[in-house]
């Protein structure tokens, strides 16, 4: 899987929640109704209502998907990236919204549209990488991209599994930085046991880097990743593929 899976439906939850805020909120602007009164209930359930839904179907029923490759390229899952643009925008409507709705005073309206602004912005980059597919893990022969960063192979010192079973995390040890960079499951649409033992093997084969990319090296490490879980008889990490 070089790409992640694109459904038009998934689209949906860029759309809907952020419309469903600023039309409900639009309806209330426009009885003219008192300012925090019951007016401002209708507008709280359907915000509850809808993001309610989006935490149930995008996040409590995530499932985990097979790894990319042959670049080594690691998508965010197309459904929850869409998700959490959507949860984006509509938490920047619900503030901006709200803000009008309640008559809070200039400095808490004020504070509520800057922190709307602050969303919105994360939520065009949100969808800016969506619609370009921008991977948020990736491997290259000069290290591993993380988000906008690049974290050069001779810096990176170590690559670990932590956190519980609820809640791992991957932590590459940097050079240099008092914190690790950490990938979490909802950041890649693949194993966090196949991508520590992928890293890992990088850090460890310096000599292969320049390969990574290539098709043929693609089969070659992910059958050599496979096969050394199998021989050890661990279970997890990379799913068997088939050759290019």
């Not at 097979?66 to 998700?83: D, L, T, V, Y």
């Not at 008092?178 to 990088?202: A, M, Q």
């Amino acid at each position: 899987m070089t790409a992640s899976r694109r459904n038009p439906l998934n689209w949906l939850w860029v759309a809907v929640p952020p419309a469903v805020t600023l039309v409900a909120g639009g309806l209330l602007l426009a009885s003219g109704r008192p300012s925090g009164s019951p007016v401002l209930l209708p507008f709280v359930l359907a915000n509850v209502v809808v993001h309610g839904t989006n935490f149930a179907v995008n996040e409590l029923r995530r499932r985990e998907e097979a790894p990319a490759r042959p670049a080594w390229e690691f998508h965010r899952p197309f459904r929850e990236g869409c998700a959490r643009v959507g949860r984006l925008l509509a938490v920047g409507s619900v503030l901006a919204v709200g803000a009008l709705l309640v008559d809070a005073g200039p400095v808490a309206a004020g504070g509520a549209l800057a922190v709307a602004a602050v969303l919105y912005g994360s939520g065009a980059r949100g969808l800016l990488r969506l619609v370009r597919g921008t991977p948020t893990v990736r491997l290259t022969g000069d290290g591993v991209g993380i988000g906008s960063r690049l974290l050069r192979w001779d810096t990176i010192e170590r690559v670990e599994l932590n956190g519980d079973r609820s809640h791992p995390r991957l932590d590459l040890k940097v050079a240099g930085r008092p914190r690790p960079v950490t990938v979490r499951p909802e950041d890649v649409d693949g194993s966090l046991l196949f991508l520590l033992d992928l890293i890992g093997y990088y850090v460890a084969h310096p000599g292969r880097r320049a390969s990574i990319g290539a098709p043929a090296e693609a089969v070659r490490v992910h059958a050599a990743l496979l096969g050394a879980r199998l021989s050890a008889g661990l279970a997890g990490g990379p799913t068997p593929i088939p050759a290019l």
